[in-house]
């Protein structure tokens, strides 16, 4: 009787000892494979069109509020950012029009806008800071490109547009049931 | 008469070779000298000068040597040349040490735009008649997540449209992929990587893989492929989007050309909401660690155990 017992406890102690999935040195091998992936977030001052905005508007009247329409060359937006934000000067620097305003008042460059969204939309600041809200090109080993939030989302008009989707493969001559089961 | 006709003939025959032959023998002779000039025919004829038969003598991929690679990939560029017209490369990268790769979709942000399977078509040099696509865009009803009616069918004049969410499916490189156990000759087998490849030179085209796969991964080649010359991919890989021949099964492959030289896949850089992700799973820093951590993920058909790598989520 005790044989067996030495017997099973030994083969245990083998079987555990050869088992190559509870080797320390896989974690270390997973450590050393971390790289360093730097990430580059596109400049949003480079596509906007009428940008520096103190050449036009050099001479900034006191106002209060901005009454609509507006006029050219911005007499085409459309303003559907929830319903009750009819304050521009809450997102734009009042004295400045070539900067943003956060809440506190500081000041904030358009190509960090991304800040200025974070403030009102927080669950969204982690997942893009991580990469996996909205598009991020690049290598997945490197360097990685990523846009900020207005190049997706217009900021007058956040809703993702609709869009045409490219055309649907061959339906085969002799197949049935086109459009599933149901 | 018959007789003495063809005694006559068994004369000459002996004039001629200079020794006693049978009838049997004469025969004989004339059934050899038959198939020596068929064979002389056929050989000289532009089916197998253009290389059709080439393959038939290949090595298996896993049995080729770095010189045996050099001369195959020399022939196929030369061919492509003599088809097409067009210059191409081709690559073999091998898998990267100590990365398995995992894609990951977020099927809150898959609008069905499609642009994924057209990326896909453009990069990899798919035939167009008959046109064959590796991924497919289903469209599902909210609520359900039954493959079988999905409709991959679907117009989209302005997507997403009302109350459907869009689900797209490509091969899921599965750890234990039920194509890999079936294939008779050995065809198609799983890397160190992850990624499931096919070697196409050795295909028989029997398509046990394609009943077996769950998915509807996989495609067939019921014809010679059609490309438009211009619309040729230049940079090619063995195992992944070299111009292949009638009769084989081709199938997604992660963009393995790209992917292990560190790029990603063309259908994640063609999409346009970003709700595909790519990655190395043992990086604690990608991606896709990140959402298989933090996220809902799930995989299709998981009752068929066949561990994809492939997964969904809902943000």
Known sequence: MLRFIVLFISTCIFTICSDPTLNISTKIKAESLKQKSTIEIMPRILFLTEYPCME???EIEKKDK?????????????????DNIKNCFLCHDRFNYDQLRLIDGSTLSYNNSQNLCFQCHGEKKKDWEMGIHGQQIGKWNGKKFRDTCVECHNPHEPTFPQMKADPPPPFPKLGINKHGMH | MNYNKNKNIQKTMNLILDKTTT?????????????????????????????????????????????????????????????????????DPQPIKGVRFAYCLNLSKCNGSRRCVTACVKENNQSRNPAIQYIKVLEMNMGSINLEAGDMYYEGKSVPNKNKFYLPVQCHHCYNAPCVTVCPVEATWVQEDGICVIDYEWCIGCR????????????????????????INPNQGFLSNIIRSAGVVE???????????????????ACPTGARKFGNLNDPDSEVSYIISKKRVFVLKEELNTIPSFFYYFD
């Open chain 2, 23 to 91: 009838r049997r023998q004469t025969l004989k002779g004339f059934a050899a000298l038959s198939i020596g000039m068929t064979s002389i025919i056929v050989g000289n004829s532009p089916i197998v000068k253009s290389g059709f038969m080439d393959n038939f003598f290949n090595k298996h991929y896993k049995e080729m040597t770095n010189d045996y690679k050099k001369k195959l990939f020399k022939k196929l560029i030369k061919n492509t040349y003599t088809e097409y017209g067009v210059n191409i490369s081709i690559s």
């Open chain 2, 251 to 269: 199938k997604c492959h992660f963009c393995l050309h790209r992917t292990r030289n560190g790029e990603y896949p063309a259908c994640l850089e």
């Open chain 1, 56 to 58: 036009c508007h050099h």
């Open chain 2, 208 to 231: 046990y893989c394609m009943a077996a796969c769950p998915y509807g991964a996989r495609r067939f080649n019921f014809k010679r492929p059609s490309i438009p010359r211009s619309k």
């Open chain 1, 66 to 82: 901005i009454l609509l329409p507006l006029k050219q060359p911005h007499n085409l937006m459309k303003f559907d950012h929830m």
